[in-house]
């Protein structure tokens, strides 16, 4: 069985964080949520610097960030990620509640893999995440080698 990796989620709001893990727990999914409050520690964490250097080995399963974030925003984190070598593979789902269209194009043109814009009705906000959540980390295949897969 392939070793599990976490999902890292990057969320500056306190109430969408709540919802967003309480949503991921109703999912029952075994990965570890790793949280980023801002776009630097998701730089660190996943870049292993910083506050993160010595982290345990393993890239996350897939990325959930925010695009509105302090310090350094989602798409910077996007373009940093996906111009690097090792990190590009990783799986990166926008979600934002920007509805703003160039946000959208821009984030295509950087790389990322899915663009979600958060309900703001409490129900349909669970629901977009309960499915982001499993098909993610259930369904969706990883490209040969990739050691970013895995949940329960």
């Not at 990796?5 to 309480?22: A, N």
């Not at 629901?127 to 329960?152: C, S, T």
Request: aromatic share 6%; proline share 7%; with cysteine.
């Amino acid at each position: 069985m392939p070793e599990l990796r976490p999902i890292l989620l990057v969320e500056d709001s306190p109430r969408d964080l709540e919802l967003t893990l309480t949503a991921l727990e109703k999912c029952q999914l075994a990965n570890e949520i790793v949280i980023a409050r801002d776009g630097a520690e998701a730089i660190d964490y996943l870049f292993s610097t910083g506050t993160h250097t010595g982290r345990n080995a393993g890239d996350p399963t897939v990325v959930l960030l925010d695009l509105k974030l302090p310090k350094i925003d989602g798409l910077e984190v996007l373009e940093r990620v996906k111009k690097d070598e090792k990190l590009r593979h990783i799986p990166i789902v926008m979600l934002t509640s920007s509805r703003e269209e160039q946000d959208l194009v821009q984030s295509y043109e950087l790389g990322v893999n899915a663009f979600v814009v958060k309900p703001v009705e409490f129900n349909e906000f669970f629901k977009a995440i309960q499915d982001l959540g499993v098909f993610w980390a259930l369904l969706n295949e990883p490209p040969p080698g990739y050691q970013g897969h895995g949940a329960i």
